[in-house]
């Protein structure tokens, strides 16, 4: 225990606790930031330097990583966060950009220096997901624990279905969700971080145009959403296999303009742009997503690309 949080208990033990703030007790555990890890929307590669979505909120020596689309492990390589100092995984919907390394990256953090628990928070669908893939590998994770002495991953991994409200709540920070807009898919969340003593981080997930997102992330420093250059859809619909791929992108996403108004109306301190839909597209410029945003919010808006880190401090 820190000598502050010592000094405020014997305060209030004695009757002094009305005198201190609320949040008094509630102090990050050194630096904290954001790195946006994957900004790409969908699930196809086009270019290394831009792969599906994966964030990591990093607290002092603990990382809570919010989606796991693919590319997410080697994001967190790169980044040089160690794999062991992940405490949970957060998955905002069960596409395959936002889940499908959630068990490699649980099991590249098992075989590299996992010594503590993981929990997984998920939609409806999390329970099968984990335990899928540990079975598809059940094989490997058997020999390593007889032949190399590894504890078994299986009773490290901590599984917790969500819906809307409370998420998680622990000495860092408090994880609450909110049901968005992204059909046919309905067990789809935004969720809200706020870092006791800190910032506060929303991510709308994907989601189409939703004004109750607004109130949800209403005062928020950092509001991370995604967004759609409706102008440029054309290029990927050329030559896809997804026939009512346009339909699909055109109900479930949120254009430019409303994620301005998105922001605006939650009078966010700063919208950080991802999930880019088209992503992969060389010929867009920061301009091209910034310019329809401009058009309803006038404050500070971070043009996102992977391996991007945010200061939260």
């Known amino acids: 225990m820190t000598s502050r949080r010592k000094i405020m208990q014997a305060l209030a033990a ?17 630096s904290a930031k954001l790195i946006l890890m994957g900004t790409k929307g969908g699930p196809a590669v086009r270019d290394i330097t831009q792969v599906p979505s994966s964030n990591v909120i990093i607290i002092g020596q603990d990382s809570y990583v919010v989606d796991v689309g693919y590319g997410a ?5 790169e980044k040089k966060v160690p794999l062991a100092s992940i405490r949970s995984i957060f998955i905002t919907h069960h596409h395959s950009d936002h889940n499908l390394e959630a068990g490699p990256l649980l099991y590249s953090t098992w075989t590299g220096q996992m010594t503590q628990p993981v ?18 590998h059940e094989f490997d994770l058997t020999t390593r624990m007889a032949d190399e002495g590894r ?8 599984v917790h279905k969500y819906d809307e409200g409370l998420v998680m709540e622990n000495e860092q920070m408090r994880v609450t969700a909110l049901r968005n807009l992204h059909p ?27 004004p109750p997102l607004a109130k949800f992330a209403e005062g928020a420093d950092y509001l991370v959403h995604e967004v759609m250059y409706v102008p440029a859809l054309e290029q990927i ?6 026939k ?19 922001a605006s109306a939650a009078g966010v301190k700063n919208l950080v742009l991802t999930h880019f839909v088209p992503g992969g597209i060389p010929t867009l410029t920061d301009q091209n997503w910034l310019e ?22």
């Open 14 to 30: 004695i009757g002094f606790a009305a005198l201190l703030p609320l949040d008094a007790g509630a102090q990050p555990n050194g």
């Open 73 to 77: 492990t080697m994001r967190l390589v």
């Open 119 to 136: 929990s997984v928070y998920g939609p409806e669908g999390v329970q099968n997901l984990i335990a899928s893939s540990l079975k598809a």
């Open 151 to 158: 504890p078994d991953l299986r009773k490290m991994v901590n």
């Open 184 to 210: 046919p898919i309905t067990e789809s969340y935004a969720l809200r971080f706020e870092i006791k003593g800190g910032k506060t981080i929303v991510f709308s997930g994907d989601t189409a145009y939703f």
């Open 237 to 242: 619909i050329k030559g896809s296999n997804a």
């Open 244 to 262: 009512t791929l346009l339909k699909h992108l055109m109900d479930s996403h949120t254009s430019t303009e409303d994620v301005g108004r998105i």
């Open 292 to 313: 329809g945003v401009r058009k309803n919010f006038n404050g500070n808006v971070i043009v996102g690309h992977d391996q991007l880190e945010i200061p939260l401090q």
